[in-house]
T-cell receptor
């Protein structure tokens, strides 16, 4: 079955330190992977995606993600965290099993807390 | 560009009441969908549409109805609200052949059923 897992409910990091939010996936075939961020009382905003090519993907707000096929992971990273990065982060994969290729399968979400 | 617009932002319903959550997009996207967001469960697909006049069920369709009479609009109807439908609802849109493209989300409707 196609699935996405975010093993950490919450990640705490001090401002200025590097951050990592973990995501692993299970799909058949090549994965199309996405990261979204949700700020309090807001909708989901697209951060970055991996479709093909370079395993290191750069996105909005200084975030990047590393695709690792052997470990079936797509971890979100940022070299230096800001307090304003505090939000709920979702990893998602496209469900390509059927004609409903618009469907996204989401992980459970990880709350990132950046402390001053 | 407004993107994806959802109304209302907040709603409180009594058990058994019905209501419609509105969703409109101005990007000419063929694909539209409704998700519900519950703590610890991520987002789950309720219904989706690949174009005007075409709708289908997602993972959790029971208690909800949709229609797609135009490309722009994709309303979600709660037929008889139940406390289990207390959730945050998100509408999303994307290109129909856009498996490689990101989806765009509305700001959400926070629904409480008492």
């Amino acid at each position: 079955a196609q699935s996405v897992a975010q093993p950490e409910d919450q990640v705490n990091v001090a401002e200025g330190n590097p951050l990592t939010v973990k995501c692993t996936y299970s799909v058949s075939g090549n994965p199309y992977l996405f990261w979204y961020v949700q700020y309090p009382n807001r909708g989901l905003q697209f951060l970055l995606k991996y479709i093909t090519g370079d395993n290191l993907v750069k996105g909005s707000y200084g975030f990047e993600a590393e695709f690792n096929k052997s470990q079936t992971s797509f971890h979100l990273k940022k070299p230096s965290a800001l307090v304003s990065d505090s939000a709920l982060y979702f990893c998602a994969v496209r469900d390509l099993r059927s004609s409903n290729t618009g469907k996204l399968i989401f992980g459970q979400g990880t709350t990132l807390q950046v402390k001053p | 560009n407004a993107g994806v617009t959802q109304t209302p932002k907040f709603q409180v319903l009594k058990t058994g009441q019905s209501m419609t959550l509105q969703c409109a997009q101005d990007m000419n996207h063929e694909y539209m969908s409704w998700y519900r967001q519950d703590p610890g469960m991520g987002l789950r697909l309720i219904h989706y549409s690949v174009g005007a006049g075409i709708t289908d069920q997602g993972e959790v369709p029971n208690g909800y109805n949709v229609s797609r009479s135009t490309t722009e609009d994709f309303p979600l109807r709660l037929l008889s609200a139940a406390p289990s439908q207390t959730s945050v609802y998100f509408c999303a849109s994307s290109y129909s052949n856009g498996a490689r493209r990101e989806a765009f989300f509305g700001q959400g409707t926070r629904l409480t059923v008492v």
